[in-house]
């Protein structure tokens, strides 16, 4: 078997590449994608060679864990139905070229377990449960004597910052979110959306960053209130740190959130079920997977691009 995938040659060396596929094992099953998205955080690190040491890491390599498709094969140990539509975190099949993260290809081989069931309902915006599952993760983190802590101030107005802000509405909190672009400050749902120099506010209890400054812990620690957390839920490519005085006066925590996790998955889709979240207007661009070079450099320079997604039915 062989597939067409996304290949980072090398920094900003971006091509479409046949390749061959390994062999199924039994407990893998082969999926034939239909959408997968660009990350425009970690990806775009990939791309630009600025991504820091990374389990994994290096050139050639396929990107791309938010994909979406149909088993078409499974192996006698696998848990799984042909026809599923699956939700793919990314993929290591493609012999000597990484896989890092790996989804941004017509086909995969990969382990029944590591694939998620997304029904038909969700469409295209399945891709992402990625993004979703991982600002659920961050506000899971806040989890204290069974009780959740929602964001109150939210560092930027992307798609990862709008799924927080509608997951803390979710829960019951009334988010506020900075956002420098006036373009992207539109869309809100349920919360405000404010530049920062339009919010005097300083007693944020929960303050949930984004936007990958690493510069940017010294503002919001002087925006916290006594023994408030800020939760750094980006990533970041640059050394993080802070002034020393204002967060020893302050009492204030810093939290890490890492990717997200297979319960953070099921949370999500329980939300969606419920009809507390929307994945809706958030996919802003769609481009054939023939035209991928095209759709990265949209998706990383254009500011009115929220998600790219890929769509690779007409690939085999």
């Known amino acids: 078997m062989n597939t067409l995938a996304v290949v980072l040659e090398a920094p900003e060396r971006l091509v479409l ?3 061959d596929l390994v062999a199924p094992e039994a407990a893998d099953v082969v999926v034939d994608m239909e959408w997968s ?9 990939l791309y630009t060679g600025r991504m820091p040491p990374f389990p994994g890491m290096g050139y050639p390599l396929v990107p791309g864990y938010e994909s979406v498709g149909r088993i078409t094969s499974a192996g006698p140990e696998a848990a799984a139905r042909v026809g599923e ?13 990484r896989g890092l993260f790996g989804g941004a290809s017509s086909r995969v081989v990969v ?12 469409g295209e915006e399945a891709v992402l449960l990625a993004l979703a599952g991982t600002a659920w993760h961050a506000i899971e983190g806040s989890r ?72 940017i812990l010294d503002t919001l620690v002087a925006r916290l209130a006594p023994m408030g957390e800020i939760v750094l839920a980006g990533f970041y490519s640059e050394r993080v740190a802070f002034t020393f005085p204002m967060a020893f006066m302050k009492e204030a925590r810093i939290r890490i959130a890492a990717e997200w996790k297979t319960p953070d998955l099921l949370a999500v889709r329980e939300h969606l079920d419920a009809g507390r979240l929307s994945l809706g207007g958030l996919i802003t661009h769609r481009a054939v997977a023939t035209d991928a070079a095209s759709a990265y450099g949209t998706a990383f320079s254009d500011p009115a691009c929220l998600k790219m997604i890929l769509d690779w039915r007409s690939c085999s």
């Open 111 to 122: 382990a029944a377990d590591r694939v998620t069931p997304v029904g038909d309902d969700l």
């Open 17 to 19: 590449s046949r390749l």
């Open 144 to 215: 204290r004597d069974g009780k959740l802590t929602a964001p109150d101030l939210i560092i930027g107005h992307g798609v990862l910052g709008r799924l927080l802000a509608r997951l803390a509405v979710a829960i019951g909190g009334e988010p506020t979110v900075w956002e420098l672009n006036a373009d992207r400050a539109q869309g809100a749902e349920g919360y405000r959306v404010v530049h920062p120099d339009e919010d005097s506010r300083r007693d944020y209890r929960a303050v949930y960053d984004v936007s990958g400054d690493s510069n």
């Open 85 to 97: 539509r699956v939700f793919v975190p990314g993929a290591r099949c493609y012999g000597e070229v």
């Open 37 to 45: 998205g660009i990350s425009t955080g970690t990806e775009r690190l």
